[in-house]
């Protein structure tokens, strides 16, 4: 049943073998186990900042608490919404968000895309903000947009979007929607 080895000399030598293929293996193992390590430790760091990335996107964002138009005092011409004036608010959760960074872009219904800058307290420019450009959780801050500036007032029973991009990356769509009839100099519901 079992062989019996003569030879001292050829037992130490099969030992040996054993060992050092055994001390290969847990070397082997000890890199393979070292690269799992390192990359599961890469991931999770880049899982966590899209994560927060995502957050940001989902939770920093505004709020359009309403929405009014202003209209031309031209007899002449048809009434039409020649600016938007927006009460925004933070949304639930989010952080401060600076207004000078953020992006409006303006559909109306002939297709144009045109996206302003937003500039504190001057008129003149396509958005005008108030002088303290940063908004505070509680906060409500009224936004002017010169739908002319961006080359698209309001007629009667049309529509045109604005989005607001926050610097994070959130995005709003607003739905601005004049109504059937307009009468010179009259604040609207948009």
Do not use: C, W
Request: glycine content about 8%; overall charge negative.
């Amino acid at each position: 049943m079992f062989e019996n080895i003569e030879r001292d000399e050829e037992r130490g030598q099969v030992g040996i073998g054993t060992l050092i293929v055994f001390i290969a293996l847990v070397l082997v193992a000890a890199i393979a186990a070292g690269v799992l390590i390192n990359t599961a430790g890469f991931l999770q760091s880049q899982a966590e900042s899209t994560g927060e990335e995502s957050t940001q996107q989902v939770s920093n964002n505004i709020n359009v608490v309403s929405k009014v138009g202003t209209t031309v005092d031209d007899t002449a011409s048809p009434a039409e919404v020649t600016e938007a004036r927006l009460t925004l608010s933070l949304a639930p959760g989010a952080d401060p968000i600076n207004l000078d960074d953020t992006r409006f872009q303006y559909v109306n219904d002939s297709a144009n895309s045109v996206t302003g800058d937003a500039t504190p307290g001057t008129d003149g420019e396509n958005v005008d903000l108030p002088s303290d450009t940063v908004l505070e959780s509680g906060e409500r801050v009224d936004v002017h947009i010169d739908l002319d500036a961006f080359s698209g007032a309001l007629h009667e029973d049309t529509e045109a979007t604005l989005i607001i991009t926050t610097p994070s990356g959130a995005q709003r769509e607003v739905v601005l929607r004049a109504p059937d009839t307009i009468t010179n100099s009259d604040p609207v519901r948009l």
